[in-house]
């Protein structure tokens, strides 16, 4: 079974920027599609961004392109999200989801079935 951890989030001001990490284990890293999901209070979930092992694809949502650069380090078992330029409505919970043999055009996160815990991301103006 799948199992992720985040870690990285904080308060930052608004410009400013984070980067967080998923931490996955209990799978092989090179046949996982790690994506991350964001929660904002009294919003809807959103997918964020994507990145598969198995063949190298990417997605970004259209909010954060440009912003939100995802990267993986196979050699720690761990995808990273760097978040430049933070606005204060990307204030959210923010989650990574894991899923096998899985692949990241049209992310939709819904469909992974290993999901963490979140790590709150706050941004003040």
């Known amino acids: 079974e799948v199992q992720v951890v985040e870690s990285g989030g904080g308060l930052v001001q608004a410009g400013g920027s984070l980067r967080l990490s998923c931490a996955a284990s209990?799978?092989?890293?090179?046949?996982?599609?790690i994506g991350w999901y964001r929660q904002a209070p009294g919003k809807e979930r959103e997918g964020v961004s994507c990145?598969?092992?198995?063949?190298?694809?990417?997605y970004y949502a259209d909010s954060v392109k440009g912003r939100f650069t995802i990267f993986s380090d196979n050699a720690k078992d761990t995808v990273y999200l760097q978040m430049n330029n933070l606005k204060p409505e990307d204030t959210a919970v923010y989650h990574c989801?894991?899923?096998?043999?899985?692949?990241?055009?049209?992310?939709?996160?819904?469909?992974?079935?290993?999901w963490g815990q979140g790590t709150q991301v706050t941004v003040s103006s």
């Open positions: 989801a894991a899923e096998t043999y899985s692949y990241c055009s049209g992310f939709d996160y819904t469909l992974f079935s290993s």
């Open positions: 209990g799978f092989d890293f090179s046949e996982l599609a």
């Open positions: 990145i598969s092992s198995v063949d190298g694809s990417t």
